[in-house]
């Protein structure tokens, strides 16, 4: 099971993170994580949005904005929401669990 990141905002609990399919959204609306660093101005704010998407559908824009500048310690949300993105990449690349199915391959000559 993913990772998820709570927020608490006047009340109100928000799950964060990511799955494949808000990835792919943020991919598509011109995410790329090893683009932070150089365009920071775009791409925290996607991060940020994205970790939204996931699990809580029809939050504004303006209510994520807002969260976000009332949250302290903002370098390290940064960090652990890198981090929670970078395990649902690796969820392409990881082997899965034994017990998850029979999936085999081979190169045959």
């Not at 029809?58 to 209510?63: E, H, P, Q, W, Y």
């Amino acid at each position: 099971k993913m990772a998820i990141l709570k927020v608490e905002y006047k009340g109100k609990n928000y799950d964060l993170g990511f799955t494949r399919n808000s990835v792919v959204m943020m991919e598509r609306n011109g995410f790329d994580v090893g683009k932070i660093s150089h365009m920071p101005m775009t791409m925290i704010p996607l991060l940020w949005q994205g970790a939204f998407v996931a699990y809580n559908k029809g939050v504004k824009r303006s209510l994520m904005d807002e969260i976000y500048d009332n949250l302290p310690n903002r370098q390290e949300l940064l960090g652990a929401l890198t981090e929670l993105y970078a395990e649902t990449l690796n969820t392409l690349t990881d082997d899965p669990e034994e017990s998850q199915g029979n999936a085999k391959w081979e190169i045959v000559r």
